[in-house]
């Protein structure tokens, strides 16, 4: 059996290895026995599949700049550095290991029980619509390949892209494939697919689609806006009702939870080194002894290691008042100190970034404080949602914190959504969805907020961040989104499919308030004096404030780096500015990715015509 498995996985390397482009890959018949003869041949297979999921690292990771995420480097994809003699993302070789496993099963080789069959059939066309989903974000329209190539069908492997209609029809069906047939419905840590795992996929895969057909104007006879967020809704349903399902209630003891440690279910999701099968629906599992960990810590909390990436105060002010009420409403709200800001707010606020009452294991005074003066947080908001609240961790990829891929949350996101924009959310399914989001955070329980839906508009959430935007619920519901989900991936893709592509050039990247120049502040309770904000020069600074020296550069400086805006009701905010300046391009290119020049001039090279997006 030992060596029966160790020739198994060596088949399935290499399988894997030579899968990086649509030709026919060199496998025996005496190989395709060994996969296809037994079940324990289709489990050891499938397996494989888990590699495309992201690692601990990348789901610490997942978003760069974007509206609300400041970094010191911009991605070049929203500068004028893009082009698409740059683009190199067009690769096909996952696909190809799910096909030649799904060729497989359908061969007469497979011989296994057909539930069994179903069963990895499911899983394999999980994946599929996994990978065809990240193409129909990334691209819009692509080549649809359902099974493996041969060498000589050239008109099938260069064929030009097939509509988005094409595409989100395999994904749905390949989606409600894997939930009928898949037999998984719970596993150690929730890390294998499972039947929710299907629904939830599909309840985002639809809601993306329906957007960006209503926000583009893309609807079609076949698919229709209303039509694609009636399957989101139904599919998140289907989760929802499941009893065994539910947000997340257990706090970890050992991470900082601010004032009151009953709030900290929410960050726990991030910090528990076991899975919170709760909620996660599917999830990473850390494991030291296993030497599967991430780098969180290295890379929140370095400067040059990680990117550097903060939230901007514009986004800080959209986190309501434990009352309920918008923090914008407060009278002179612009001149709130840092270190009054998360008083009395929702309680993801101090679960998300490092607040006046932070504290960490093993660190001085330097290492409670948003690290400003080092320029890991160059706004002032430094993120600890994912980080372990110990130093020993920092400068290491030893965090063992393990880490969601897919969570209720989000499902319940994802319905409120789809039913808001079909004009159908009714105040009891707002107030499990929304509400008990809100609730979690520690929110007052009251009409409007969370017990029923709202009926006035936000104003400086729609001014600052969705103007075209007039449904109070709908905005709602985006403000919802954009703090449950913060940092977890979804923002860039959410502001595309909803058409807000200039929130990533118009947005300021707005920082912590400054009180006084040339003196120091304190921005927590430790009884020490944390910044001096300046626009002098080191030298010039007074040796006591040397350690907490904050340089700001005049408007017209040539530097990157930050600047300050007066404040209407005193004193400054700090404000950052990149030297390649933020671009969304008038004509909207960027709304998605170019294909490859390499590879319209290789299709050409062979005959064949592959279209470009528009723009590029």
């Known amino acids: 059996m030992k060596k029966y498995r160790i020739l198994l996985i060596a088949t399935i390397g290499a399988l894997c290895m030579q899968a990086c482009s649509m030709e026919e890959l060199p496998i025996t018949s005496g190989n395709k026995a060994l996969v296809f003869g037994s079940t324990q041949g289709l489990e050891s297979y499938s397996l494989s599949f888990y590699q495309q999921l992201p690692s601990l690292s990348t789901l610490t990771s997942l978003e760069g700049s974007t509206d609300i995420g400041v970094q010191k480097t911009v991605s070049s994809f929203y500068t004028t550095a893009y082009s698409a003699e740059t683009s190199t993302s067009w690769s096909w070789g996952r696909l190809r290991t799910v096909n030649y496993f799904i060729d497989g099963i359908h061969s007469e080789l497979c011989t296994v029980p057909q539930a069994d069959k179903d069963h990895y059939e ?12 990240d193409k129909l974000f990334t691209y819009g329209g692509v080549p649809w390949f359902d099974h493996c190539l ?24 390949d989606l409600d494939f894997a939930a009928e047939h898949i037999t998984t419905t719970s596993s150690k840590g929730n890390t294998r697919i499972s039947k929710n795992a299907a629904l939830a996929l599909k309840s985002r895969a639809c809601l993306f689609e329906a957007s960006w057909r209503r926000y583009h104007n893309l609807g079609t006879a076949d698919w229709t806006a209303e039509k694609l967020y009636g399957l ?31 709030l900290g279910a929410y960050r726990s999701l991030f910090y528990s080194k076991s899975i919170m099968t709760e909620e996660v629906i599917l999830g990473v599992q850390a494991s030291l002894d296993d030497l599967v960990t991430g780098d969180a ?30 923090f914008t409403d407060k009278p002179k709200y612009k001149a709130t100190l840092f270190i009054n800001e998360f008083s009395n707010r929702d309680g993801r606020l101090a679960q998300t970034v490092k607040g006046p009452r932070y504290e960490i294991s093993g660190g001085g005074w330097r290492d409670r404080r948003p690290n400003i003066v080092d320029g890991t947080a160059i706004t002032g908001y430094q993120p600890i949602k994912f980080v372990e609240d110990a130093t020993s961790k920092n400068g290491t990829a030893k965090n063992e914190n393990s880490q969601p891929v897919i969570r209720y949350a989000e499902v319940l996101l994802n319905y409120a959504e789809a039913k808001a924009e079909l004009g159908q959310l009714t105040d009891a399914e707002w107030a499990e969805t929304i509400g008990a989001l809100r ?14 839906k709202p009926t006035k508009v936000d104003r400086y959430l729609q001014e600052t961040f969705y103007p075209d935007i007039t449904d109070p619920v709908i905005l709602e519901i985006r403000r919802e989104r954009a703090i449950e989900l913060v940092y977890e991936g979804f923002r860039a893709d959410d502001l595309k499919r909803w058409k807000e592509g200039k929130n990533f050039e118009r947005v300021p990247w707005t920082g912590i308030h400054v009180p006084n120049l040339n003196a120091q502040f304190d921005v927590n309770y430790d009884d020490t004096k944390d910044f001096y904000v300046t626009y002098d020069e080191y030298g010039k600074v007074p040796s006591y404030a040397q350690n907490k020296y904050v340089q700001v550069y005049p408007e017209d ?24 300046k933020r671009k969304w391009y008038d004509d909207d290119r960027q709304y998605l990715y170019p294909i490859p020049a390499q590879v319209i001039r290789e299709y050409a ?7 470009q997006n528009p723009g590029w």
Request: glycine residues 6%.
């Open 122 to 133: 499911g899983l394999a066309r999980w994946f599929r619509a996994y990978f065809y989903f």
């Open 150 to 173: 041969k060498n000589d069908e050239l008109d099938e492997m260069y064929k030009n892209r097939d509509s988005r209609d094409v595409i989100i029809s395999h994904i749905i069906d």
């Open 232 to 262: 989101a809704a139904d599919a998140a349903s289907e989760i929802m009702a499941d009893p065994l399902v539910q947000l997340n209630t257990k706090v970890c003891t050992d991470a900082y939870m601010f004032d009151n440690p009953s």
């Open 297 to 326: 810590n290295w890379y929140w909390n370095s400067a040059s290691y990680g990117s550097c990436a903060c939230l901007s105060r514009a986004f800080i002010f959209t986190y309501l008042c434990a009352d309920g009420t918008p």
């Open 439 to 452: 609730l979690r955070a520690g929110i007052q329980d009251k009409p409007g907020v969370t017990s029923s």
């Open 557 to 580: 400086s040539p530097e990157q780096g930050l600047r300050l805006d007066e404040n209407p009701d005193g004193g400054y905010d700090l404000r950052y500015e990149v030297i390649i």
């Open 605 to 611: 090279n062979h005959g064949y015509t592959l279209d």
